[in-house]
């Protein structure tokens, strides 16, 4: 007899046979060869990716006035980052920092529009000289071509397509209106960009950290270890 008085825990299924994962197949499924039965599983899961590429591309354009702000807004802060971590470092107030990357970024944007438009209108004669002149080259093109077009054959051509255009006005006002949408549209846009780069300069780490949150922990990336300081070893 032994001299530990602790009684001993005895497993009543200790003469069965380990349990252990089973694959079960039928002779269905053993007639088909194993390469078929290969492609046929990449097969479905092919489809299935593909499914959730379509469903992602289509809550894309489905929210396309949200998604796409948010994405050049995403972009232009990822550009201004390096110059307001470096504002930061200079002990920069974070107020005054955010405030002057996001005018300096609205000062770049309207410089550009209005180096556009600036060459738009001093180009604008020298364009409506060369269209007139290479109006004028198609009109003796015209004259001279085996079409044995006359000038007044080529006028109520030019008048007809007039009456089409004066026919076509009601059209032509409902495009103007879609432009007029599409112009607020984009300033909307603009203004939803211009508040999410606020956000992500105020508390760009803390976004993230909640973001990465709302995917399994295994799938987060790992923690980044502090730094050591000069004087530890």
């Not at 092919?46 to 396309?64: E, N």
């Not at 990357?101 to 001093?122: C, D, F, K, S, Y």
Request: glycine share 6%; hydrophobic share 55%.
């Amino acid at each position: 007899m032994s001299d530990d008085p602790t009684p001993r825990f005895r497993n009543p299924f200790r003469h069965y046979p380990p349990v252990t994962d089973r694959t079960v197949t039928t002779k269905v499924d053993e007639a088909v060869p194993a390469p078929l039965r290969v492609t046929a599983a990449y097969s479905w899961r092919l489809l299935v990716i593909a499914g959730v590429i379509a469903l992602f591309i289509w809550l894309v354009m489905l929210l396309k006035a949200l998604i796409i702000p948010m994405m050049v807004g995403i972009l232009i802060a990822a550009l201004l980052w390096p110059g307001f971590q470096l504002m930061l470092r200079a002990r920069f107030p974070r107020w005054l920092a955010i405030a002057t990357t996001v005018i300096g970024a609205i000062g770049i944007v309207t410089g550009l529009i209005w180096l556009v438009v600036w060459q738009v209108r001093a180009q604008l004669d020298d364009v409506q000289t060369r269209t007139a002149l290479a109006f004028e080259q198609f009109k003796a093109f015209l004259l001279d071509s085996p079409l044995h077009l006359t000038a007044g054959d080529i006028d109520a051509y030019i008048a007809q397509a007039q009456e089409f255009l004066t026919e076509q006005q009601d059209w032509l006002l409902s495009a103007a209106g879609a432009v007029t949408g599409t112009a607020a549209e984009v300033v909307t846009g603009a203004l939803l960009s211009l508040f999410i780069l606020v956000c992500l300069l105020a508390d760009g780490a803390g976004i993230w950290r909640w973001t990465l949150k709302l995917f399994p922990r295994k799938a987060r990336p790992p923690p980044t270890p502090p730094r050591a300081t000069a004087g530890t070893r």
